[in-house]
């Protein structure tokens, strides 16, 4: 059984702040791994991705890949309240090409206090 | 650019009818996922499909649920006999064919309500 875990939270930081999400997943043979933020009531919308090891940054948000440890984290510099939301960790695994579906964690609720 | 297209938004059901959740892809995506979210829980792949096809399944109940990508129109997702535990938010997401890391992107959801 693949599985995604992550810490439910709530996380609260204050504004400015810097906000640590992490996830670790069991399969060795993932491949790719990605953010979603999620408001209350809304759908899913794409962060960011990372498939090496190390760092990846796009504006404020970083995200850092350990394959050896089976954990990817999310850093979000200068956090907003407009940042207060789920933050969903996906993994996608190999299947003979690029395509296939993605196992999510539970979300970590981020809320950032003005 | 329209993004990914699902309707209806909301759709509530007695037990024992039927519901049918539609869903178009991003303008030159042609693969087509399914997801589920209960209430309190993460997002759970469904189905995975290409036009015409039927590429992965596993995440489907065995009975009562169903998909298809015709090679017209959008994917449907139908739901026969309903029960109350079938209330949830449904997703659906698009991804283009091609090499490298594919991305998903997701529509705003189905909620469905059984009564």
């Known amino acids: 059984q693949k599985e995604v875990e992550q810490n439910s939270g709530p996380l609260s930081v204050p504004e400015g702040a810097i906000a640590s999400l992490n996830c670790t997943y069991s399969?060795?043979?993932?491949?790719?791994f990605f953010w979603y933020r999620q408001y209350s009531g809304k759908s899913p919308e794409l962060i960011m991705f990372?498939?090496?090891?190390g760092d990846k940054e796009d504006g404020r948000f970083t995200a850092q890949l350990n394959k050896a440890s089976q954990y990817v984290s999310l850093l979000i510099r200068d956090s907003q309240p407009s940042d207060s939301a789920t933050y969903l960790c996906a993994v996608k695994g190999w299947y003979g090409g690029s395509q296939g579906n993605l196992i999510f964690g539970k979300g970590t609720k981020l809320s950032v206090k003005p | 650019n329209a993004g990914v297209m699902q309707n209806p938004r909301h759709l509530v059901r007695r037990r024992g009818q039927e519901a049918r959740l539609r869903c178009s892809p991003m303008k030159g995506h042609s693969h087509v996922y399914w997801y589920r979210q209960l209430p309190e829980e993460g997002l759970k792949f469904m189905v995975y499909l290409q036009k015409e096809n039927i590429i992965d399944e596993s995440g489907m109940p065995k009975e009562r649920f169903s998909a298809e990508f015709p090679k017209e129109g959008p994917s449907i997702l139908r739901i026969q006999q309903v029960v109350r535990g079938d209330s949830a938010a449904y997703f659906c997401?698009?991804?283009?064919?091609?090499?490298?890391?594919?991305?998903?992107?997701f529509g705003p959801g189905t909620r469905l309500l059984v009564l």
């Open positions: 990372i498939y090496s090891n």
């Open positions: 997401a698009s991804s283009r064919m091609g090499l490298g890391v594919e991305t998903q992107y």
């Open positions: 399969d060795r043979g993932s491949q790719s």
